[in-house]
Nanobody, 123 residues
Framework: QVQLVESGGGLVQAGGSLRLSCAAS???????MGWFRQAPGKEREFVAA????????YYGESVKGRFTISKDNAKNTVYLQMNSLKPEDTAVYYC?????????????????WGQGTQVTVSS
């Protein structure tokens, strides 16, 4: 069983940066990790994902070039560095994990989910 706890959300002005963290309770060395987000009235959207080692990454089109996902297996933590934030990035951001060696981009492929952290970008 893996438990995920996100942190680092908050209110930021457009153009600013935030770094989200997702700490896992168990060892996630062999787990693929991902970030998704959901804005009010919208479906959950894929943001970024990495494979078990952190070497392979994949990004949603809307965040490519602005967000960076990284994984620290020694700390059982995955990060999402968000730069050049836009008001349309406002959402609840969720961390997810799945026992997989490859990058996963579909939400149904993930077994474990965090409770989410709110990110609000003001214009």
């Amino acid at each position: 069983q893996v438990q995920l706890v996100e942190s680092g959300g908050g209110l930021v002005q457009a153009g600013g940066s935030l770094r989200l963290s997702c700490a896992a309770s168990g060892r996630t060395f062999s787990y693929a990790m991902g970030w998704f987000r959901q804005a009010p009235g919208k479906e959950r959207e894929f943001v970024a994902a990495t494979n078990w080692s952190g070497r392979d990454t994949y990004y949603g089109e809307s965040v490519k070039g602005r967000f960076t996902i990284s994984k620290d297996n020694a700390k059982n933590t995955v990060y999402l560095q968000m730069n050049s934030l836009k008001p349309e990035d406002t959402a609840v951001y969720y961390c997810a994990a799945a026992k997989s060696t490859v990058v996963l981009v579909a939400s149904y492929e993930y077994e474990y989910w965090g409770q989410g952290t709110q990110v609000t970008v003001s214009s």
